[in-house]
């Protein structure tokens, strides 16, 4: 073997022990490097395991997260329609209300009253005076219709190169319009009363607006001129419905006071003659007794003397009635006020403060309490006063604010307690009364009382057919 040989292979050898060594160093290095990302592979996998666990562990917050966006912008497309659908009810109840409006000036039943108290316009003394007025107001509009200023036409037409027939044309437009507006009118005045005068006006003024707008075509128009004398003659025709009723509540409120005092005198007549036949009567006893006294003597003497002193007291009693039936026929302001109450009828508190002239005033109370009324009054007071009627308007003038009826002032019932309307006599007449305060209303009680057996009865005899038929609950 030669030298460069042996060279070689040593070479060789060296050469591949050092590449051993280095692969060695290499797979060490490797190794460690392995075991390196193996340990950051076990750190990354924990690191994984505990972002996971936390995702598990947080999935619920994040879903509700996303359910909160989600819901969120609902919401805002909801906010969104709800916005617009508001602007809609609006507009749309705008609408409603005006159509509403239209249907109620319209309607003629008693179901719809107008709020308020209507004030007069013309305010005239009597209905005499309303007709005269009335007729002054239709002949303003004849001379308004006749001089042509009830309505006009702003525009001279021509009518095939006619000035003429477009005379004709507006001539007879005008009397188109006017009878229009006028039927209107006549119609709504004759059906006006208590519960529609403001929607009649309202109607009026609305055909006039609507007329007018339909004659902006041809530039004719109602005058505000006229529109006024009708809206006066309606007022004038309602008010003097009025007036004829406040005439004749008037009138029949003086007729019952006539009667009353009529009957009231032929009470006091009744009460003197029968006064003045007891007085005659017991005058001729007397006399008897007296020319009798020389012809008895011992007890028939005493019993005779005791008679006679009875006979003069009934005689002075006689007299007397006599005397206050005379006094009370020629005072024509003496009299009771009385105060009731009807609890059946109207309820607590409600109590009627009137007046009589009646010598037995209480016949006054029971003709209050006939078939007008389903049960009878109770008595709380009965008041004699050499002036009556000042009493009366004494107490209703205090409880005026408390009248339950507030357009006829002849209904003299008042919502007030007994202890107040015996404050004010007291107090303001200085007369001292005995109220009865117990409200008996014996009717009334018997028949709640009635009305609650009845219904015990009933109950009991329901509860008798179940028992007798329970079938009948299956």
């Known amino acids: 073997m030669t030298l460069g040989l042996i ?17 060695k160093k290499t797979k ?12 950051e592979l076990s750190t990354k996998t924990e690191q994984n395991s505990k972002l996971n666990s936390d995702l598990v562990r947080f999935s619920g917050i994040i879903s509700i997260e996303n359910e909160i966006e989600s819901k969120n912008k609902e919401f805002s497309e909801i906010q969104a329609n709800a916005t617009e659908l508001n602007d809609r009810y609006i507009n749309a109840k705008s609408i409603f209300k005006e159509l509403e409006k239209d249907i109620k000036l319209y309607q003629n039943d008693l179901e ?8 007069p316009i013309f305010d005239l003394d009597t209905s005499e005076k309303y007709k005269e007025r009335i007729t002054q107001i239709v002949a303003r509009q004849k001379q308004l219709i006749k001089g042509g200023n009830a309505c006009v036409c702003n525009t001279e037409w021509v009518v095939g190169n006619s000035r003429k027939q477009g005379e004709i044309m507006t001539r007879r437009y005008i009397n188109l319009t006017l009878r229009a507006f006028n ?3 006549d119609a709504l005045i004759s059906k006006v009363r208590w519960n529609n005068i403001r929607r009649f006006e309202e109607r009026i003024t609305k055909a006039f607006n609507a007329i007018n707008k339909l004659g ?20 004038l025709v309602y008010e003097l419905a009025h007036k004829k009723y406040q005439e004749k509540e008037e009138a029949r409120a003086i007729r019952e006071e006539q ?35 020389g012809l008895v003597s011992g007890e028939k003497l005493e019993e005779l003397n005791s008679q006679i002193a009875q006979l003069e007291q ?82 209703h003038r205090e409880f005026d604010d408390r009248r339950i009826n507030k357009v006829n002032y002849r209904k003299e019932y008042f919502r007030v307690t ?46 008798n057919e179940i028992e007798k038929y329970p079938e009948s609950l299956f």
């Open 7 to 23: 060279i070689i292979i040593l070479a060789l050898g060296i050469a591949l022990f050092i590449v051993l060594n280095q692969s």
């Open 28 to 39: 060490t290095k490797l190794n460690v490097e392995i075991q390196n990302k193996d340990s």
């Open 112 to 119: 719809f009253v107008e709020l308020g108290i209507y004030e």
């Open 183 to 185: 039927g209107e009118c």
């Open 216 to 235: 902006q075509s041809n530039n004719t128009s109602i005058t505000d001129k006229y529109l006024k004398l009708k809206l006066d003659e309606l007022h």
């Open 259 to 293: 009667r009353e005092e009529e009957r009231a005198q032929r009470e006091f007549e009744k009460a003197r003659k029968d006064a003045e036949m007891e007085e005659k009567r017991f005058q001729k006893a007397l006399e008897r007794a007296r020319k009798d006294l």
């Open 314 to 395: 009934n005689l002075k009693e006689a007299h007397e009635a006599k005397e206050r039936a005379i006094s009370r026929a020629q005072e024509t302001k003496s009299g009771h006020v009385y105060i009731i109450s009807n609890l059946g009828s109207f309820g607590e508190n409600v109590y009627k403060i009137g007046m009589t002239r009646r010598l037995e005033p209480m016949d006054r109370v029971k003709e209050l309490g006939d078939a007008s009324v389903p049960f009878t009054f109770d008595l709380h007071a009965m008041i004699f006063s050499e002036n009556a009627p000042e009493l009366e308007n004494l107490l």
């Open 418 to 463: 007994l202890d107040e309307i015996e404050q004010v006599i007291i107090n303001k007449y200085e007369k001292e009364v005995d109220f009865i305060k117990d409200i008996e209303a014996q009717q009334f009680r018997e028949t709640k009382s009635i009305i609650k057996q009845l219904q015990q009865a009933k109950e009991e005899q329901g509860e």
